[in-house]
């Protein structure tokens, strides 16, 4: 599907390309409406499954935005797979429809953009793992501007792979050695089992691990890295990066401007879930005590098996919080027959499936977040001043477990949840110590400093606001 015509008025027209997951298309999304935000006109690419899905789930966002002036387009491209297949299951399979399948149409959809003044675009604007969009920027001489949807120490681990695994670190077993990788420029030690799950075991014909690295290849073929991080929160890894000579800044966080300034009169939704949000759960969030409610959610991949889901469940019942759960239809398809009656009926306990949960988390009355750390969750987190309990699945899961517990300490940790069952008691102990305690309330006003700090990067003039006016006042004067 391509868009009518694009850029009318001579406005400057990015095309924004997210990685085709829920975790990058938020914010992407977010970085292409502060785009239009500053007069940008924006075609916003996703697969044909996903667009299929953000139209059935956001009946509303497209009115919203044209409202407020902002001129945001669709196109969608096929990834190749069937409609049915589940894609978040094995990440091998559609990154490989990505690669065989998504260049040609891409390459169509700019082609057919450029063949009028019009609709012709200014530059690309794409998830640093969308790397044919590189190679579609350079045959139409467009300037490419890369996206990191990640920590910036994720980001450095992956520029310092080759030498970790140079150095006998992988695979990473139980047997395996244990000595921290000290060698990534800026980041503290860092213990195998902590790495990207993507690289845990030595197989380095391993589809992921190319995919994964082939873009750090050809950095400087992007006119810059926008990384979803502030200059406050990671530093150190950000300057040694600067000093490695890549082209980096750190431009987020990428979340509703509204949000962030606590205005409540503009859009502050983010349009593209892939399920249908319940707006519903706002009233019941609006009727409990300020921080007094514990919001869990596991993001939109990582699933629990049915063991530890009982578990779960009966060390919240024990804790005694007023509990608002998202849980996704793919996380536990029947809750009815794995919960308790108890729990089901509690006036305590709010469960729905998915939720407008930056709102949520930027809402007084939540005190604590059961999250399974991806990055995003983790930013929004630091972004609202809402403290973790962090129970990392997979990918960079674990690295952000480390950096909230040990760095930036606004939060406690479970182990990987494929290292053993977390029993209910240590649940209930958890998430007492985080809504109770002294160290709760310590965690708290650290991660309300840093919330500060992200609020600051954003507005104008603050960190983040300038790295992004000089990136694209260099891309626009090249
Ligand atoms: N999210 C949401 N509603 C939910 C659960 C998650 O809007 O009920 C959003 C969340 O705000 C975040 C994204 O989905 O922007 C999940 O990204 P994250 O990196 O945290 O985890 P992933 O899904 O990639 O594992």
């Not at 599907?1 to 975790?23: D, F, T, W």
């Not at 502050?268 to 399920?275: E, H, K, V, Y």
Request: net charge negative; hydrophobic share 40%.
């Amino acid at each position: 599907m391509v868009p009518a015509s694009a850029s009318e008025k001579g406005r400057v027209h990015a095309v924004v390309v997210p990685y085709p997951a829920q975790g990058h298309i938020n914010p992407c999304m977010q970085f292409a409406k502060w785009l239009a935000s500053q007069g940008f006109t924006i075609t916003f690419v996703n697969t044909d499954h996903n667009h299929a899905r953000i139209l059935a789930s956001q009946s509303h966002h497209s009115s919203v935005w044209e409202a407020e002036g902002l001129d945001i387009r669709f196109a969608s491209i096929p990834d190749g797979l069937p409609d049915h297949h589940d894609r978040m299951v094995d990440f091998a399979i559609l990154s490989k429809a990505i690669d065989t399948h998504m260049p040609a149409h891409f390459e169509a959809l700019v082609a057919g953009l450029c063949s009028s003044d019009a609709s012709r675009p200014t530059c690309i604007v794409s998830d640093l793992f969308m790397n044919f969009t590189q190679d579609v920027a350079n045959k139409f001489g467009l300037p490419r501007v890369a996206v990191w949807c990640q920590s910036a120490a994720s980001f450095a681990i992956h520029v310092h792979m080759p030498t970790i695994s140079s150095q006998g670190y992988l695979p990473v077993t139980d047997d395996s050695k244990l000595d921290p990788i000290t060698s990534i420029p800026g980041h503290p030690p860092l213990l195998p089992k902590d790495l990207p799950s993507f690289f845990q075991d030595a197989d380095f014909s391993n589809y992921m691990y190319n995919f994964k690295l082939r873009p750090f290849q050809r950095l400087q073929e992007a006119k810059s890295i926008l990384i979803n991080t502030f200059d406050d929160l990671e530093r150190d890894v950000l300057k040694a990066l600067k000093d490695d000579k890549i082209n980096i800044f750190a431009a987020g966080p990428f979340l509703p401007p509204a949000l962030l300034s606590k205005e409540d009169s503009r859009d502050n939704r983010t349009g593209t879930g892939l399920w249908p949000e319940d707006q519903e759960c706002i009233t019941w969030l609006e009727n409990q005590k300020e921080s007094s409610v514990l919001f869990i959610s596991f993001g939109s991949i990582a699933s629990l098996s049915d063991i530890q889901f009982k578990e779960l469940v009966l060390g919240l019942e024990a804790s005694q919080k007023p509990i608002l759960w998202a849980i996704r239809p793919n996380l536990k398809d029947s809750i009815e027959s794995v919960l308790p009656k108890s729990f089901l009926e509690s006036d305590h306990v709010y469960l729905t499936s998915w939720v407008p949960q930056a709102l949520i988390l930027s809402h007084k009355n939540v005190g604590g977040f059961l999250t399974h750390g991806g990055w995003n969750s983790t930013l929004e987190s630091l972004s609202f001043g809402v403290p973790t309990i962090v129970w990392p699945y997979f990918a960079d899961q674990m690295l952000n477990r480390k950096w909230i517990v040990e760095e930036w300490k606004t939060g406690k940790g479970f182990q990987a949840a494929h290292s053993g069952l977390i029993a209910r008691d240590e649940v209930e102990r958890m998430i007492r110590l985080l809504m109770e305690g002294k160290e709760g309330h310590e965690m708290r006003q650290r991660a309300r400093k840093l919330s500060q700090a992200a609020r600051n990067a954003v507005q104008e003039d603050g960190s983040s606001y300038v790295n992004v006016k000089n990136t694209l006042r260099a891309l626009l004067s090249s």
